[in-house]
């Protein structure tokens, strides 16, 4: 889901994910996975995240 804000926009992206606590790691060049934290921690503004019984809900603000 997109939303517009007078600064920006706010992105939230629903994942099934695991139940370990998210965090930003650095992956091996031939990882095929585990980018996706770091790549929003660089571009965004802010970001965060909670549990709900679907999963994973991440979201970021880019301005």
Do not use: K, Y
Not at 37 to 56: C, I, K, Q, S, Y
Request: net charge neutral; hydrophobic share 45%; glycine share 12%.
């Amino acid at each position: 889901m997109v939303a517009f804000t007078p600064h920006g926009v706010i992105v939230t992206v629903r994942d099934p994910g695991s139940a370990q606590i998210l965090c930003v790691r650095n992956s091996s060049l031939d990882a095929t996975g585990g980018r996706g934290l770091l790549l929003v921690n660089d571009l965004a503004t802010r970001w965060g995240f909670h549990r709900d019984p679907t999963g994973t809900v991440i979201w970021f603000e880019l301005t």
